[in-house]
């Protein structure tokens, strides 16, 4: 993805000044999760890293301009944040999405260099972390209790800025492996996440007008909401979809809020808004429902090719554009 | 219709003569149904009136050129002939509907002068004629039996061309109440149709090239094949009008015949081609079904205005457009 | 399917006499396609023939018991009627059909013995007959004119009882095999139809209380009427076909009559009502629409084994019901 | 609820020692919102409440037989735990939801007696609830920082059993109302959270057995896996409740995990299993889909009446049985 990633290129990106590094929020401190999905996007020599304090903050940094791209975890997140970034994604200033990133879940318990595994009984780290490392924790170290952190790189950095004489609270923190290493901890245990196989997906967010290329593995992101909750309302939008061969990979109902029964969804569809089926499902949806937001097309980091059913590639639409406007015509 | 037919202006025409009258084949003879049809879409003075054997030879005047224009029964048709008009628009040459016209079934039993309807032992008239008044001799002229003509009109012109001493082989015939007048002939029994508030619908069909305007009361009529009779497939088609809003005001199946399993569709849809929603329907079935036919737009006989539902207008498919190529835009 | 036919047993067939032959009424006279049919359905040794005017005629004798079933021609025929069957069954006291057969169009041209091919001017037939063999006489006889007769049977019949001086009024007749044999009349030429392959398609109908036994390969005949010709209403009616995986072999839509923009619909699914899905089918059809008749489940012509999809056969239904029944149940 | 809730009657639920109160596992400490909800379904003085450190123990002691039922967060939490509940629900031994409560989601700033707002610096709390009040914190005390806990409550506890003259580590907490008064703290300001509409909705949890009677404003939940997403299996499996008139107040898409693309839906629909729509659309859903699994169905907190349209009603079933039964039956 960096070299196709429009951040690589401040030159030609709006709102980042010529010679300067693009700077990309992030949530911080150094170290987390979401620092290893920026590494995947943009080495640390050719932009400018800033640490913020939570996924809101992250985003609002664009917003107003003081970054020109956010990085923030999007789904399944250890990190918490999923539903805050889709609800600041949804609302507020347009923002859209320029790629995504996967990044691993993986933990360890760290601590200060000498620290024994059975002597640990106090461990830090973010809610979120722990509870995906309960069940190594009741196999394990059955007695550790929690001590929370607002983010485990922060858990990590405190323990390791604590003088050698003072207790900061507890005896070890469950971080990503980057952490311990970054903070020059001990790795007293690895492979402790209950589900090693989990990965937790980020997305680079900048604000309109940068529009990533179709590489025919891409996906678009959208909020769209529906008058009612009707069954058939929701069957109407999905046909949308269905009418121009599009499939979704993702679609989550969130309650809009403001009124009781109306529904906002969250949808990733397979395709780019460049891409002919696509265009004209947004088309219809914009026609059929009385709101929708674009969140961008852009790369998926699977890389995996959007599958292009028969009858719904460019040029099958161009073909049938073709033969309409044949029948169309009048003789002059 | 007259004055906004194509027919009408016979200088903008393609294929018709300057100067000349523009030429209407009709399933004769004179008298018959279709020909009341005719009179509806252009008059006698306006046109030469081309009377035909029947509806193939009447659709194939048109191709071969021998004629401008055709009118023929489409639906519910008292002179046969619904089969063979579908069936010769949805295969050969191209051919286009260009307007409609509805006939209400009227009969009236007629004869020469004198003739004393307890008298009538023998009846004359087409067979779908005789099929639709079955009621009305059961109940006052059971013992009446049928001789077969190859139209009402026929039989007709057959009575009254037949010398008073000689016998035609009837002693009434069932036609048209125009019939009755043209040939001449008294009316012995009105309303003698079972079903009074039945109508034929005739098309006037020309060659691909004229299109009537949109009035907002219009038409579109089509051939569809499926590739196969799972219901699925049927859905995906009708969604594709579904899913732009578009009604249809008659769907009929029938087999392709060259293989076991496959369907043709002839459907009316409401709407026109320049309109978006019904451009798009199209453009979304030729996508989608291995074979599409356009067989016209053309405004309806009884004017009744389409119903537009919120989003389909072509300013709503406009807006859509303009929504989504802001979102696809990328700055310079 | 005379082996199976709840005809072929009369002693358990209602309304049937035991140890008279059971009555079968049909489109006569003797010599027409639809005998042809009726002796695929039953023998003449093991039933009585009795030959009606017209296909309403012969549905009626099973309605007001003069006949025990009918068999008529419901699509494609050669012989007309096919709405007349549709719009009989439609309405009117309830009957339903109990099998089908298939009979091939074929047409010989035939007359008295001597008569020479070359000198045929004049054809009778029903016209129906003529339409399907114009091609034939364009390319061979093309002088030849139309003559009708109400049936190509009795065009048959009249010529071979015409004494040999008189003139019938034509010359040859253009019928079906079997009645050119049972008449004894030459065959002047054979294969005149412009399509060999059509078949035409009849039914045996009955009176409500016999319902054939499910075979396997099995229709299901339906009418069912739409509230409103909006897309939407005719989609809702085939979802309640395809959330049970039943397809539809056959579908017409028929303007109601009585008011403008109701539609009714002749179906055929594959499947017998004694069949889970097609059982559930109706039942959805029943609650969704203001109509459905149910025209009776019976052994295919073809018998084409229906293609069940995975989740639809009977037993998958009975394990939906029981896991549905086993969450529902509550503890004593 | 509390009367029609099992719980409320020990006698006849089974695996509660007769006699004893039944026990109810809560996301603790006390004075939780999750024990608001709690308090909402049954008295401290009908049964013992027993808190869990989080929502993953909370359901496990169901699971294991150590409480009778479970009361944890389920959407829109402030606690965290929606993916922790559904995910545990989604897997493991089954569980079924019995009833469900809303809680306002309310904050109030609160610290030891005599604490001055102007002099907050450091406030603990749960990160979700420090989430819930950013935007108030940036206009009323834009310096405070903030010290996270394991919950609302666990902070309120620490600061009540910290010693005067000792720091625990922060000046004021942000709790909920009840958990100021239950630690005897002083409110600082009230109606601090940014979203003073929002609700949390709880769902109390068995084991399969109890499944409360319909009160005719009912949900239905589930788990749904799909065999692929291609938007087609989407709208299959949505059909199932749209064919039934079955509307749904809630669909998420969750990755399985296991395989790429495959997808678990966690939905929840409106009406009750004993309802005929619902049962049916449930037998539907497990014949077209890989995997079902049954959540419960449980009255609606809002008692919002379920909308039953035209045709769905269980008369409207019954009836179409009985159709289908009258037509399917075949006399002696």
Redesign the interface.
């Known amino acids: 993805m960096p070299g196709s990633h429009p951040g690589s290129d401040p030159a030609v990106t ?1 709102g980042v000044t010529p010679g300067a590094l693009p700077r990309y929020a992030f949530l911080g401190p150094a170290g987390t999760f979401t620092e290893a999905a920026l590494r995947q996007v943009v080495s640390p020599d050719d932009a400018e890293y800033l640490p913020q ?2 996924v ?1 903050s992250a985003l609002e940094a664009v917003r107003i301009g003081t970054a020109d791209y956010a990085v923030v975890p999007i789904e ?1 997140s250890v990190e ?1 944040g999923v539903t ?1 970034t889709l609800d600041t994604l949804a609302t507020g200033d347009s923002l859209v999405v320029l790629g995504e990133a996967l990044v691993q879940v993986e933990f360890v318990l760290a601590g200060r260099a000498g620290t024994r595994l059975d002597h640990v009984e106090r461990v830090s780290t ?3 972390a722990w ?1 995906q490392c ?1 069940r190594w924790f009741n196999a394990n170290l059955p007695a550790a209790v ?1 001590v ?3 983010s485990t790189a922060a858990a990590a950095a405190l323990l390791a800025r604590t003088p050698a004489a003072a207790d900061p609270g507890f005896d070890a923190v469950l971080v990503a492996p980057l952490s311990a290493e970054r903070y020059g901890l001990e790795v007293l245990a690895r492979h402790v996440a209950d ?1 090693e ?2 990965v937790t997906r980020f997305v680079v967010v900048g604000r ?4 990533p290329a179709p590489t025919g593995a891409d996906k678009t992101s959208l909020v769209v909401h529906l008058a009612s ?4 309302a ?3 939008m ?16 969130r ?1 809009i ?1 403001d009124l ?2 109306r529904y906002s969804f969250s949808i990733d569809a ?1 395709g780019h ?2 891409e002919e089926r696509v ?2 499902a ?3 949806l ?3 429902c009385p709101y929708v937001r ?1 969140l961008g097309s852009y790369p998926r980091a ?1 890389r ?1 090719v959007t599958e292009v059913r028969p ?2 590639a460019d040029l ?2 161009a ?3 073709d ?2 406007e044949a ?5 002059e």
Chains 1, 2, 3, 4 share one sequence.
């Open positions: 709006p304090v939570d809101v399944n918490g805050a973010h809610p979120h509870a309960r929690h929370p952190a607002t589900n196989s989990a309109p007008g940068d529009l909750n009707d069954a058939g929701l069957l109407e999905l046909e949308q979809f269905a009418a121009r061969g599009v499939n979704l990979s993702r679609i989550e109902s309650p809020g009781l029964g397979e808004i460049a265009a004209e947004l088309m219809g914009h026609r059929a674009f699977d995996a009858g719904t099958d639409f073909a049938a554009r033969w309409v029948q169309r015509r009048r003789p």
